[in-house]
């Protein structure tokens, strides 16, 4: 069963991992062109195309989402010693009360 909290350790592998499948989905698609092929058939040539494209897209989205997650992860990672995160070192400037 794994633990309620995760462990720091944990969230940096994690991250790292998703950061790899960015890196792989965007291979993977830039591989997907590199190789795309031409048929002499019109309507062939466009499933194809078509196949390709909803392909990449896929891949694309995919690759984001990771970037996406790798950076929240980021975010919650460890501190090094002596350091701060944002939210805790931006207050709110104070206002007067209206009257």
């Known amino acids: 069963m794994p633990p309620s909290h995760p462990r720091p ?12 499948v960015a ?10 062109l590199d190789h795309m092929v031409t048929v002499g058939d ?6 194809v195309d078509g196949t390709i494209d909803a392909a ?6 995919i690759g984001a989402s990771s970037r996406e997650i790798a950076l ?3 975010a919650l990672g460890p501190l090094a010693t002596g350091t701060t ?3 805790e070192s931006v207050h709110a ?6 009257r």
């Open 9 to 20: 350790e944990d969230l940096d592998e994690l991250g790292a991992a998703m950061s790899a």
């Open 72 to 74: 929240g992860l980021a």
């Open 85 to 87: 995160r944002a939210e």
């Open 23 to 32: 890196e792989h989905a965007a291979a993977v698609g830039e591989h997907l």
């Open 56 to 61: 990449i897209d896929t891949l694309r989205e």
């Open 93 to 98: 400037p104070r206002v007067r009360p209206l």
């Open 42 to 47: 019109h309507t062939a040539q466009s499933a």
